[in-house]
């Protein structure tokens, strides 16, 4: 008998990507996806999937405990990857975020612990960590520091501070009521399929069109990139040899400043830089995240795989063949 993965937020950018991993690498798992479609969730995501005998969809929120207890019944392993992550939203308004992100959550645990669920997987992000100083990524220099596991939690946006409510209360699960819980904590995503409201597709499609480019401040936020498939691949690790009780952190050994990753796509795409307009930074703009993944490296035996710019370059021809996906949205 297989194992049985429900997967939250499975028609958005990193659970789509997830499960079409899962079915490449495991004839042995079978995916229950509860999504609630919300903007970000699109079934055209799953387009190679949804007829296949491994795959349930389930149409529902995190937040309603009927809908959840009927999609966790008989679930091996639950990743949780339902959440309003976008950060510039979470500053308009957090109502959703805390919404999703926190009850949403504390819901899918609950369910969990009556469930019987053998392992918990919660993916959150390195932003919970807030920010480090400044370093520039061109110099190589071996003391600047990274975010580790043990790093205090110090999220400075409304989305951060709820996906930190959501790692403590998963982790409170595991010593309160004895969860197998695996915290997950990711740099910034970049691949097929992502919403074009996040940096590299909104560059990529703007830049298509000949539109303006806009970049936050002066540009020289520091972020570490990494291909969702390496982050798929630190998933299903984390969630078949994760040790419980444990955080693992995943990046993509690749720190860019947020105008070189601009550049590079322009580069790619043969536009010119004049397209570039800085506009005025958002508040709490935090300015530099790295990640040190070496317990996943030394635990799960992860590394990144995929080089930025042969990732970035991949990505960019993904969107350019795909343009009736991001045009429709």
């Known amino acids: 008998m297989g194992v049985r993965f429900l997967i939250t937020g499975g028609a ?7 499960i079409r991993f899962l079915f ?32 349930t969809f389930i149409h529902g929120d995190i937040c309603d405990p009927k809908t959840v207890a009927e999609a966790i019944e008989g679930v091996d392993v639950v990743v949780n990857l339902a959440a309003e992550t976008h950060v510039d939203r979470s500053i308009h308004s957090d109502v959703h975020f805390v919404k999703t992100n926190v009850i949403g959550t504390a819901t899918l645990l609950a369910k969990a612990l009556e469930a019987g669920v053998k392992r918990f997987v919660q993916v959150s992000t390195d932003e919970v960590y807030g920010e480090l100083p400044w ?6 220099d071996l003391s600047a520091p990274r975010f580790t596991e043990t790093t205090l939690l110090s999220p400075r946006s409304p989305y951060s501070a709820t996906k930190a409510a959501a790692d403590h209360l998963a982790l409170a699960y595991h010593v309160t009521h004895g969860i197998d819980v695996v915290v997950t904590r990711c740099s ?4 097929p399929n992502q919403h074009p409201e996040k940096l590299i597709p909104l560059i990529i499609t703007r830049a298509m069109g000949d539109r303006p480019l806009p970049v936050y ?19 299903l690790a984390a969630a078949e040899e994760g040790i419980s009780g ?16 601009v550049e590079d796509i322009l580069e790619i795409l043969d536009r010119p830089k004049n397209l570039i307009q800085h ?23 992860w590394e990144p795989l995929t080089e930025f710019r042969e990732g970035l370059r991949s990505t960019v021809d993904w969107y350019i063949v795909q343009q009736d996906w991001w045009q429709s949205g």
Not at 46 to 53: A, G, P, R
Not at 246 to 261: C, K, L, M
Request: aromatic share 10%.
């Open 12 to 18: 958005g950018f990193i659970g789509s990507n997830f």
């Open 24 to 55: 490449r690498e495991r004839s042995d798992i079978d995916v229950i996806n509860l999504d609630a479609l919300s903007y970000a969730g699109n079934l055209d995501n799953l387009s190679e999937v949804m007829d296949n005998s491994r795959h």
């Open 135 to 140: 370093f520039d990524p061109n110099n190589t």
């Open 188 to 191: 910034n995503n970049y691949g």
């Open 217 to 235: 401040g002066d540009g020289l936020h520091v972020r570490d990139w990494i291909h969702v498939t390496d982050h798929c691949r630190g998933l």
């Open 246 to 261: 444990t955080v693992y952190n995943f990046g993509g050994d690749a720190e860019r400043t947020n105008i070189s990753v």
């Open 279 to 301: 506009v005025k930074d958002r508040p709490g703009h935090d300015r530099r995240y790295a990640i040190d993944f070496s317990r996943a490296r030394n635990q799960l035996g």
